[in-house]
C-alpha cells in the first residue's frame, strides 16, 4: 500500500510538468512559413514555395523546401527536383520548369574549399 501511495505521489507530482513541456516548441525546427499565419484563400504559384536552405558537400545535394527537407530527384508538393545549386533550386511540375531562389539576405558564402588555406 505504501509503494502505491509512493507512485500516485511521484505521478501527480510529475504529470504537470509533463503536460507543461507539451506546449514547448522545438527550438532546432525552422521555422514554418505559416507561423502565426492563417491562410484561407489559395496561394499564387510565385509564393507557393519556400526555400529556406541548400547544402551542397561533394555530390551531397540537398535543400529545404516548403519545410520539407529535399535531394535531387525527389517530389516536393507535386514537383520534382532536377538540380540544387547554391542559392536556387530548379523544380518541374506538369506545366513547366521553374527555379525557386533563396532570399538574397539568406545567401551565404561558400565555405573555403579544401587545400585553399588561409
Known sequence: MKRLLIWVGLAAWLLPAQLAATGLPDPTR???RHAGKHVSSPVSEASQWHLT???????DRVAVINDRLVSVGGRVD??????????????????GRF??????ASVKRP???EGEGR
Open 53 to 59: 536552405m541548400t547544402r551542397i558537400s561533394g555530390n
Open 111 to 113: 565555405s573555403a574549399v
Open 99 to 104: 527555379t525557386v531562389q533563396l532570399s538574397r
Open 30 to 32: 525552422p521555422p514554418s
Open 78 to 95: 507535386g514537383a520534382r527536383v532536377l538540380a540544387i545549386r547554391p542559392a536556387a533550386v530548379l523544380l518541374e511540375k506538369a506545366d
